[in-house]
């Protein structure tokens, strides 16, 4: 038998935005189940009227992700969406958006918050459903001001740390803020932001212009990873074996929302950094003594007011064996490293390390995503409630099994309950089916 929905074992609620992993398992889906289709286009709820009139009728040519953000390129020139009579569609999720795909006969009905509705009767018929915080539309243009607004995305193959170690080295801005600044460094949300940090030994007050080029590799390195994986999952799952595993509670995530560090045991401390909650162990990301006796006032009482444990004196935790960047690595770390890629391991060192390097790629080629109805029993099997990280492609049916309804997931976005005589949202007719499916993947 299955174990309990999360909800029932306790599992917190709490408002999600969605972060770039799950923008990209949208994307790669959409660009599977709807690219090369001409859709009829409506508005459910009225929201998306002109937008749904501007693309009815038009073939999708494509469909990016930036960060947080989905355009869709509607065109019919066959050019792949590049041309100037392009009608572009930008999405941003929000709190609670979603983007689904049904097949026509499996469909629910639009909900009240359904801004958007696809429908075509190829690939054997598909409706789409859009619930998002932004949906707008508009020439390329749309996308050329995106895309020069967002910072690098790692789960983008264009994606530049060049130019990210550039705006850095220039910016007086606190590391921890840095990471959630969607025009520096797209994708990442609050919860890749704690993992990232401590899995880089970073303070999350530390300046961007006091970073070394090493430590500045080692975010960029923890980011692209983690995303990467996340991609993959369709959860956050930061913890790895290159870190050693640490068991319960750490075996999931290492210091988002835990009371003590996985490596020293120490308490794990949070303070609010740009109206989210931040988590570090200060003994294994300190902060220089000079760095917070020059903290700007308000970082300094952001800080003062961290909850946990009085201050450590800071010193530094000892590097782990394999938790080392490949330029510090000897030749049989480096011949290993590339032995578990199924690259090459012969020639000098330098040959090893370069190797090792252009191995270390950004995007999501080369990945297969696991389903959502995988992501989903995997939460359910670690009690984790589905309100922790916002899904964008997550149905009903897999909301359901791991144990979120309507009602917790308006509490969790912070959303009033329907109005008087607004429509009820239809459950989809393949729910239970689905529920007992998923349950059986589990056993
Ligand atoms: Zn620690």
Not at 31 to 46: C, Q
Not at 278 to 303: S, W
Not at 354 to 371: D, F, H, N, Q, Y
Request: aromatic share 4%; net charge positive.
């Amino acid at each position: 038998r299955a174990p309990a929905p999360a909800r029932a074992r306790g599992a917190r609620a709490q408002a999600a935005m969605v972060e770039g992993h799950s923008v990209h398992r949208v994307c790669h889906q959409h660009r599977r189940a709807l690219a090369g289709l001409a859709f009829r286009a409506t508005s459910p709820n009225g929201r998306f009227a002109e937008g749904a009139a501007a693309i009815d009728g038009k073939v999708l040519e494509r469909v990016e992700a930036i960060g947080k953000n989905l355009l869709y390129f509607f065109g019919g020139d066959g050019r792949g969406g590049t041309g100037e009579d392009v009608t572009v569609m930008h999405v941003h999720f929000g709190m609670s958006g979603r983007f689904g795909v049904f097949g026509a006969d499996s469909a629910p009905e639009p909900k009240p918050t359904t801004r958007l509705q696809l429908q075509t009767a190829e690939r054997g018929g598909l409706i789409a459903h859009l619930s998002a915080m932004t949906v707008q539309h508009g020439g390329i243009e749309l996308f050329h001001e995106r895309r020069a607004a967002l910072g690098e995305d790692p789960l983008r193959d264009d994606a530049d740390p060049g130019a990210l170690r550039a705006k850095a080295a220039r910016s007086s801005k606190p590391v921890g803020l840095l990471l959630m600044d969607q025009a520096m460094m797209a994708g990442v949300g609050n919860i890749y932001r704690a993992e990232i940090l401590w899995r880089s030994k970073l303070h999350p007050e530390m300046p961007c212009s006091a970073l070394t080029d090493a430590q500045f590799a080692e975010l960029w390195r923890q980011s692209v990873r983690m995303l990467r994986k996340g991609f993959e999952c369709g959860s956050i799952i930061t913890v790895d074996d290159e870190c050693g595993r640490y068991g319960a509670p750490w075996s999931r995530r290492y210091i988002y929302n835990q009371k003590q560090c996985p490596a020293c045991k120490g308490p794990v401390r949070s303070w609010s950094m740009s109206n989210r909650t931040v988590y570090c162990c200060e003994t294994c990301q300190p902060l220089d003594t000079n760095q917070r006796a020059a903290l700007p006032a308000a970082r300094a009482k952001a800080l003062g007011a961290a909850r946990g444990a009085k201050l450590f004196a800071s010193h530094c935790a000892p590097d782990r064996g394999a938790d080392v960047l490949p330029e510090k690595m000897r030749v049989a770390e480096l011949r290993s490293a590339l032995d578990a890629l199924g690259l090459n391991t012969q020639g000098k060192k330098a040959d090893l390390l370069a190797r090792l390097l252009a191995a270390e790629r950004t995007g999501t080629a080369g990945i297969v995503p696991k389903s959502a109805a995988a992501a989903a029993a995997e939460k359910l099997a670690a009690g984790e409630s589905r309100a922790v990280e916002h899904i964008a492609e997550l149905d009903d049916e897999m909301a359901a099994v791991i144990g979120v309804g309507n009602a917790g997931a308006r509490a969790a976005a912070g959303t009033p309950a329907r109005a008087k005589g607004e429509r009820a949202p239809a459950r989809p007719r393949a729910g239970v089916r689905g529920v007992k499916r998923a349950r059986r993947s589990l056993k």
